[in-house]
């Protein structure tokens, strides 16, 4: 997830994204401008994960690829400046639905991909088809101000399909939804299968994970009133002016 949550708009050197600082930087269309800055949810990262993996292992490769891939699909908004994916085979699936392909993932957002769902109406925590892009991300951007980090927790098969484990974590330090938020950390765990090509780009990103670990945190707190948890998500927003980071 899909997607970390905080980054402001400066230029600055990121060890888990080295895509940021390509060359051709000045020449790509950034969805807010210019480059984001990660330094908030990699403090969280680095205070948080359970493994340091060694420099140059399989596991770190595959954790950077995956922040730079999130990294590209919440703040790029041309698949021709993606340096990460093969925009002509690229296919994302999760927990089995069919595949988004590039250009679909791109208008959706991270956060509506991995959280669309086909169950009734009346049991939706969260309802993709009626957010955006931008909303999608001022959303979980409120409820986790310092971001919502992501990690390798191991690597079971080589390229060119990589079979891993991840874990997603975060903070619940601001509204969701209507519910106030705990202070509490909200984390979930799911798998991943990455085919890549030749030259390591991503043909296809399968993700299996249970959405309801997610949700459980995120509804615990009890529920406020609808005008405090827009004021607070516009807070959010006009605060960083861009969406959410893995």
Same mark, same amino acid.
């Given at each position: 997830?899909?997607?970390?949550? $905080?980054?402001?708009?400066?230029?600055?050197?990121?060890?888990?994204?080295? %895509?940021?600082?390509?060359? @051709? /930087?000045?020449?790509?269309?950034?969805?807010?401008?210019?480059?984001?800055?990660?330094?908030?949810?990699?403090?969280?990262?680095?205070?948080?994960?359970?493994?340091?993996?060694?420099?140059? !292992?399989?596991?770190?490769?595959?954790?950077?690829?995956?922040? !730079?891939?999130?990294?590209?699909?919440?703040?790029?908004?041309?698949? $021709? =400046?993606?340096?990460?994916?093969?925009?002509?085979?690229?296919?994302?699936?999760?927990?089995?639905?069919?595949?988004?392909?590039?250009?679909?993932?791109?208008?959706?957002? !991270?956060?509506?991909?991995?959280?669309?769902?086909?169950?009734?109406?009346?049991?939706?925590?969260?309802?993709?088809?009626?957010?955006?892009?931008?909303?999608?991300? @001022?959303?979980?951007?409120?409820? +986790?101000?310092?971001?919502?980090?992501?990690?390798? %927790?191991?690597?079971?098969?080589?390229?060119?399909?990589?079979?891993?484990?991840?874990?997603?974590?975060?903070?619940?330090?601001?509204?969701?939804?209507?519910?106030?938020?705990?202070?509490?950390?909200?984390? +979930?765990?799911?798998?991943?299968?990455?085919?890549? @090509?030749?030259?390591?780009? /991503?043909?296809?990103?399968?993700?299996?994970? =249970?959405?309801?670990?997610?949700?459980?945190?995120?509804?615990?707190?009890?529920?406020?009133?609808?005008?405090? @948890?827009? !004021?607070? /998500?516009?807070?959010?927003? /006009?605060?960083? $002016?861009?969406?959410?980071?893995?």
């Amino acid at each position: 997830m899909a997607k970390e949550v $905080q980054e402001s708009v400066t230029e600055a050197r990121d060890k888990y994204r080295s %895509i940021l600082h390509d060359e @051709d /930087a000045d020449n790509i269309h950034w969805r807010h401008g210019a480059p984001p800055t990660y330094d908030d949810v990699n403090n969280l990262f680095e205070e948080g994960r359970t493994t340091v993996w060694p420099e140059g !292992s399989l596991e770190e490769k595959v954790q950077n690829a995956i922040k !730079s891939w999130e990294m590209e699909l919440s703040h790029k908004t041309r698949l $021709q =400046d993606f340096r990460t994916i093969n925009p002509d085979k690229f296919k994302l699936i999760v927990n089995g639905r069919e595949g988004l392909s590039a250009e679909e993932a791109l208008e959706l957002g !991270s956060y509506n991909a991995l959280l669309k769902s086909s169950v009734p109406e009346q049991f939706k925590y969260y309802k993709a088809e009626e957010e955006s892009f931008e909303s999608s991300h @001022d959303v979980f951007r409120s409820a +986790f101000p310092r971001g919502f980090a992501w990690e390798v %927790i191991g690597v079971y098969s080589p390229p060119p399909l990589i079979t891993y484990k991840f874990r997603h974590w975060g903070f619940f330090e601001g509204p969701f939804k209507g519910h106030a938020p705990t202070g509490e950390m909200v984390e +979930f765990y799911g798998l991943g299968i990455l085919k890549v @090509d030749e030259t390591l780009k /991503a043909e296809e990103v399968e993700i299996y994970y =249970d959405p309801s670990e997610l949700f459980a945190g995120l509804l615990k707190g009890p529920e406020i009133s609808e005008k405090d @948890d827009s !004021s607070n /998500a516009s807070a959010a927003a /006009a605060a960083h $002016q861009c969406p959410v980071v893995h």
